[in-house]
């Protein structure tokens, strides 16, 4: 018996017709009721491809005295197959290897193309076991002979073909994640690096860098953080964050961090820095969209400052015996916002004490909402959280104003973007 449902294994395409659900004539005896019509709660959709009315009324007949319930359609050519493919996606793909507008193989390959997760059995003549196991070959789950079919053989090669389908996937979505999380853990050691430091030097520096991904990334975004010390004993520091997530962003922000440190190595310093970084920024970008904000700060031995550029970024704290400051010196636009800069970026200079800290971050920590409409934590309240806890030692410090942060903007969303933070505390006089 035929009849029409509204149920289907998939929803499809608003303005397509649903296929009609052929229903069993009877339970095969001895089998529960719950092992009968429903797979995963709905019949799943069997889409025949076959131009012989004949054989088509024979798998109807099949399926039928299955005993188990499908939603079955029917093409009449691979052209209107290909048609249904797109208007929805179905489990299984019964294909006879000889219609009117293809034969052999071709219709598999373009039943594959439009729709690669559905499994596909082939329908063979007595005579074409060889082209059957072709079939397999070149991607079907199974083939049959129409001359031997019965009832519960057909039903058990469709059940089977679905779940190895189902399998298949499976795997290849798994394989798909672990190269996400290998592709993640490069990208994580090129932004996120071990602070290049000198031993056994009297102005010696301690650092203490967190790096948290924004809710619902599963890459990495582009924010990155680096330090390095200069055989002169100085110490240089840079926070840097690329707009946008995902690889590509990812993979400039290794790019900039890579580059920063290697032309700070080489002696660049002040405006030629960053008009270097920028120029890697220009020729690494996906497009003239990408923009990334950064702040550099380089404090030299035996002094007590620190000389900054911004470009684009949120202001810093310094941490002294006083408390806590919140610092936002002059800069210029955020690198590849306006290409070739002329007036570059200014360069100031910031009383850092012996026992104090600086605290660069990404404007993730600060964008949070934490209140209806717009409100944000903005630079004024994560002063606020700082000062409250200035007593705190480095990484408590900032782990309190993470959490603090985060804690905040929970019940708004939570912390939409990446968070890096790097703490920088020089030694205390001895």
Known sequence: MVSTSELGARHPVAGTTQQPV?????APSGQPDGLLALWD???????????????????????????????LGRAGS??????????EAPECVLLDLHLPDTQGLDGLRKVLAVCAEAAVVVLTGLSEERAGLAAVAAGAQDYLVKGRLEADVFMRAIRYAIQRKRTELATVALQASRLRAEE?????RGLLPTPLLLDGVADAVTVCARYHPGRAQTLLGGDFYDVVQTPDGATHAVVGDVSGHGPSE??????????????????????????LLERILLAERSGPEIFATLVSLTRPAGTEAVSVQRAGHPGFLVRSGAGVELRTVPGGP?????????????VAEVDVEAGGAVMLFTDGLIEGRIGPGSD???????????????????????????????????????????????????????
Do not use: K
Not at 78 to 87: G, T, V
Not at 184 to 188: C, H, I, P, Q, V
Not at 403 to 411: E, I, K, N, P, S
Not at 420 to 429: I, Q, R
């Open 334 to 346: 955020a690198l590849g916002i306006l290409p070739g800069w002329g007036a570059g970026w200014p």
């Open 41 to 71: 709660g709905v019949p799943p959709y069997v889409l025949l491809i076959e131009d012989d009315e004949g054989d088509a009324l024979l798998v109807e007949e099949l399926v039928e005295d299955s005993g188990i319930e499908v939603r």
């Open 184 to 188: 993640n853990a490069r990208l994580e």
């Open 78 to 87: 691979l052209a209107e197959a290909l048609r249904l493919l797109e208007a």
């Open 22 to 26: 052929v229903r069993p004539r009877q």
């Open 376 to 430: 944000r934590l903005d630079e004024a309240g994560l002063l606020d959280i700082a000062r409250r806890h200035a007593d705190l030692p480095a990484e408590p410090f900032v782990d309190t104003l993470i959490r603090t942060a985060q804690g905040l903007a929970a019940d708004w969303g939570g912390l939409a973007d990446d968070v890096a933070v790097l703490h920088l505390e020089w030694n205390s006089p001895t």
């Open 250 to 275: 990812a993979a400039l922000g290794v790019c900039l961090r890579v580059a920063w440190r290697s032309f700070v190595m080489a002696g660049a310093r002040g405006a030629e820095l960053l008009r």
